[in-house]
């Protein structure tokens, strides 16, 4: 999922359970466009190749991502900055307080989004009427 803050989604994709997060997060950056104003890209270590970090830097974006631990060449990154990150995590627990999001009952993907989708709106409805 690429969100642009903890209350809107640009992008996601559904995989399969025993999926890596990395492919399908180089189909979402591709999926994207950079706007003006956007500049970083926060990802997690999952994201931390050296073939998506440049990826990411030719649609014009500063990644900002942690290198693993074992590293040998590790990278400086903005610490404050990746700190923000915790938008998305916060994201996917509102969604999850919808039952049918995390028990995914539903076998056919195109019934599982379709509730991702009404999901969202709902989040969406319940932060505005509370704001």
Same mark, same amino acid.
């Given at each position: 999922?690429?969100?642009?803050?903890?209350?809107?989604?640009?992008?996601?994709?559904?995989?399969?359970?025993?999926?890596?997060?990395?492919?399908?997060?180089?189909?979402?950056?591709?999926?994207?466009?950079?706007?003006?104003?956007?500049?970083?890209?926060?990802?997690?270590?999952?994201? +931390?190749?050296? #073939?998506?970090?440049? =990826?990411?830097i030719e649609k014009g974006f500063v990644p900002?991502?942690?290198? @693993?631990?074992? *590293?040998?060449?590790?990278? +400086?990154?903005? #610490?404050?900055?990746? =700190?923000?990150?915790?938008?998305?995590?916060?994201?996917?627990?509102?969604? @999850?307080?919808? *039952?049918?999001?995390?028990?995914?009952?539903?076998k056919l993907d195109v019934i599982y989004t379709?509730?991702?989708?009404?999901?969202?709106?709902?989040?969406?409805?319940?932060?505005?009427?509370?704001?």
């Amino acid at each position: 999922m690429v969100t642009a803050s903890d209350r809107s989604v640009i992008a996601f994709t559904l995989s399969g359970g025993n999926a890596h997060d990395a492919p399908e997060g180089e189909l979402l950056i591709d999926s994207i466009e950079r706007m003006p104003e956007q500049v970083y890209i926060l990802m997690d270590r999952a994201y +931390e190749g050296e #073939k998506m970090r440049s =990826k990411v830097i030719e649609k014009g974006f500063v990644p900002i991502v942690p290198p @693993k631990s074992n *590293r040998k060449q590790p990278w +400086e990154y903005n #610490k404050e900055l990746y =700190k923000q990150r915790n938008e998305i995590e916060r994201y996917f627990l509102r969604l @999850k307080r919808f *039952r049918k999001v995390f028990t995914r009952y539903d076998k056919l993907d195109v019934i599982y989004t379709g509730f991702i989708f009404f999901a969202m709106i709902a989040d969406a409805v319940i932060s505005v009427n509370t704001l």
